[in-house]
């Protein structure tokens, strides 16, 4: 179908640009828990005039702050990244830290870690020498444990509720933290408000350019949370709209868990005054199409698959409540069965309710018969540890498409 056949008048105009009109890429679905502040779902678009990616989602700046306060998956963690607590997840926050000192030769600069999880780049970049260092995050139980890193300020809050008390920074850190934000202009705007004269930037996020290269489910990056796709052209647009002049820039590849790799791109900005230069971004659209086709291909056979492995039952408990859960509940199989209980090593997520049926701790579960489908692929290994340690004999049904 031609593209001009996939126009829509957006309502959200583009983040980097403000143009209101943009090409439908897909349509993303999501069967959500009780109580979730977003939306069932949106068009992922490109703008016409731009072409940076991202969600064309209703969802306003207030649902997304209220969920990351309340939902925060960075609170198991075991699981998620930003802690530090694993060895794979160490390493990539050392290097992030190590790139840091490289742009910034002050340690005495005052730095800001936004969006901060646990702490963990913050203990790095103590390492490498930096003594004045701040955190900042939505989740109050992230906030309460950055605070124990030695002369560590940490506060609760996010890009648009920076506590006035923070003073201003040298540096300010968004590693992760872009391609989550609905409203990018004015969070940036933010950002130059709490940063020194000359102050910088490094911001780090999920490189759309890429996504095709690493799929380790159907539709990873097409989520609640991720709603920008950013290629280091938009990024760089990004930033100059918003008067910073990007100095440093490029592409890595980090671990989302183990031995699963992840594309990203960091780029590295001094803040400058505002420039109209902008270069077109085709490139992305082309390379999200081809996401976007071979995604549909492994979401079709993980569907067969499953279909063939709950053949003979007639109800399942369902361990994860993760992206692809969402999803596969609205398009696959599991949208069909009965599902008496999920599993979430996550204490933000239990207590509550998905499709009906309660969010439980993994030592909850009482029924040691009823079959268990590990509904993760990048935790699939931690969910199979711990039916391992808590000696569950309940059948086990995995989303493996080999």
Known sequence: MADHENLKAALRPCPVCDYAEAT?????????PENHPLG???????CSSCGFAYADTAASQADYDRFYASHSKYQDARTSTGSGLTAWDAERLRETAGQIARFEGNRDARIVDIGCANGGLLAELQVQGFSTLCGLDPSEACARHTRLLPEVEAWEGGLSKIPVEAGRFDGIVLSHVLE?????????????????????????????MRYAEFIPSPFQDFNTEHINHF?????????????????NCGTKTILSAPDMPYPALFVYARMAQA?????????????????????????ARMNDNLALAL??????????????????LTESALSSIPITQFIDSNPANQGRTLRG???IAPGDLQDRTVPILVASTINAPSIREDIRRLNLPNPTITLSTH
């Open 180 to 208: 989550h934000v609905r409203d990018l202009q004015s969070a940036l705007a933010e950002v130059r408000r709490f940063l020194q004269p000359g102050g910088w930037v490094y911001a780090e996020t999920p490189d759309a």
């Open 231 to 247: 290629s280091t052209t938009s990024m760089n647009n990004l930033l100059r709209s918003c008067e910073f002049e990007p100095v």
């Open 275 to 299: 420039s109209d230069e902008r270069q077109s971004d085709q490139a992305l659209r082309e390379s999200l199409r081809e996401y976007i086709r071979l995604s549909r291909q492994l979401l």
């Open 40 to 46: 069932t779902g949106y068009d992922v678009v490109c």
């Open 357 to 359: 049926a309660p969010i």
């Open 311 to 328: 053949r003979g039952y007639d109800r399942i408990v369902v361990w994860g409540t993760g992206q692809l859960t969402l999803k596969l």
């Open 24 to 32: 439908v890429l897909d349509t993303q679905r999501f069967i959500l």
